[in-house]
């Protein structure tokens, strides 16, 4: 299984970024997929997560309303559109894949990780 993440950089607060997650060994239409983020000298976070079916969205407090998951299951590809960034959302950010299918907050319940992507927003 691979999970590779792309569409990182910089960009001035206000901006916007959209990340990619090519999958590849893995039955991608029947997992849930994930997004996570790690900054410096802090635990991994959970970000958003889609249903296998996209019939399900959740995301995290700070990120509701500025940044949007979706996946194509032709391409086996999800996505992260960030809008409105801020300085805060500085990390390296991970997409993850699970097979229960249904969107989880719980990081160990995703078996599968890609390398991470580092997204910067400066002030």
């Known amino acids: 299984v691979q999970l590779v993440e792309s569409g990182g950089g910089l960009v001035e607060a206000g901006g916007s970024l959209r990340l990619s997650c090519a999958a590849s060994?893995?039955?991608?239409?029947?997992?849930?997929m994930g997004w996570f983020r790690q900054a410096p000298g802090k635990e991994r976070e959970f970000v958003a997560s889609?249903?296998?079916?996209?019939?399900?969205?959740y995301y995290e407090d700070s990120v509701e309303g500025r940044f949007t998951i979706s996946r194509d299951n032709a391409k086996n590809t999800v996505y992260l559109q960030m809008n409105s960034l801020k300085p805060e959302d500085t990390a390296v950010y991970y997409c993850?894949?699970?097979?229960?299918?249904?969107?989880?907050?719980?990081?160990?319940?995703?078996?599968?990780w890609g390398q991470g992507t580092q997204v910067t927003v400066s002030s």
């Open positions: 993850a894949a699970n097979a229960l299918g249904i969107t989880t907050t719980i990081v160990e319940k995703y078996e599968h």
């Open positions: 060994g893995l039955t991608f239409s029947s997992y849930a």
């Open positions: 889609i249903s296998w079916s996209s019939n399900s969205r």
